[in-house]
């Protein structure tokens, strides 16, 4: 535990922020599992659904500040590309 005024209230406000972001990023990574499980079964409808509500999860959270916005992207592009090489 810090000694300092600021640092003990940096350690209580990162934990907040923690808490706050920590289920958001468990909806992201949810999300992400979904649409590659669905991705390598080979529904590529249900992929494409589920892709798309992905990606509405990651650009909030980019929008937020909760995930840069290039790694929200590159995320997205990367489960794109899953569901295009399925064919």
């Known amino acids: 535990m810090p000694n300092i005024k600021s640092s003990i209230r940096s350690v209580k406000t990162d934990a907040e922020r923690r808490a706050k972001n920590a ?3 468990a909806a992201l990574r949810n999300a992400s599992r979904k649409v590659e ?18 990606s509405g999860l990651l650009d909030k959270a980019a929008r937020k500040g909760i995930i840069h916005k290039n790694a929200a992207a590159r995320k997205k592009y990367r489960l794109a590309k899953r569901i295009n090489d399925m064919a």
């Open 23 to 25: 289920p958001i990023k």
């Open 37 to 54: 499980a669905l991705a390598k079964t080979g529904a590529k409808e249900d992929a494409q659904a589920t892709m798309a509500t992905a």
